[in-house]
């Protein structure tokens, strides 16, 4: 809704009114979702094709559909070493509930270096490259402003290795599905080619393959973003159940041994308004 007020004028506008052009429940009746009846017109969709189109407003392929699929399933690691299942599992440990544990690992997903932040990062650096070379720049140089910016090219190169184990299998399945080479794929392609070829020697990683699909599947970065909450999801659920089945806060202990303090020495605690005499 658009409309020219501010302020208190904009909110008076709004007093006992809610617009949605989204849906609406009808208690007894029928639930519209993006103005279809939900269980009439949508009642076959599965639940990935009805998380997009709740996202999107936009109906897809099936061969898409399984891509999309596939994106989450091939990174949904159970490894409670990964920062953010650690705390789903650390959330097991402690006995805390399932819903908070995975909320808040899924909250941590948002990591500017491993998770969302990349995520947002890489194709938001693929769609800005393929709309400077469309304006007359090279790659060179869109390179370069990039790595002088950030330091680094989102999607490309990996802290543990420099590769990336599910790159193979997404791309055997895009060729599989039929799905084609599109614009942003190739676009990534040649961006690996040319850091590969130089001193950084940097292969493209699963977030800059990701990245580069959905950009081909017209995804905006905010569509890309609302779709990637649910990706690391099935592989946290392992990690909280099997530290809730061992003992209480066994799960990464800590002796004060370990813990290296370089901070203020040992010193007593004064209640406010005691001397140190009283205190003793």
Known sequence: MKTGAKGPDLLRENVGVLKSRM?????G???????????????DM???????????GRRFSRAQLRLLHSLWTYTSYPDVRLWNNRVAALAGSVRSTGNLGVAAALAVSEASIYGRGIDMRAIDFLLRTRK????????????REELDTHRSIAGYGRPLINGDERNQHLLA?????GLGEGPYLKLAFEIEQFLFEGRLRMKMNYGGLAAALVADLGFSPRD????????????MQPCLIEASEHPEGTLYPISCSDILYEGRPR???RRKGRTDEEQT
Do not use: Q
């Open 267 to 269: 010193r007593p605690w």
């Open 132 to 143: 400077c070379l469309a304006e007359g720049a090279n790659l060179e140089m869109c390179i």
């Open 23 to 27: 849906g609406a429940f009808f208690p």
């Open 46 to 56: 599965d639940w990935v094709e009805l998380y997009m189109f709740g996202i999107t």
């Open 29 to 43: 009746s029928h639930v519209i979702f993006r103005g279809h009846d939900l269980h009439t017109e949508l009642k």
């Open 173 to 177: 399945l895009n060729k599989e599905l």
């Open 224 to 235: 890309y973003y609302l779709f990637s909450f649910p990706a690391f999801l099935a592989g």
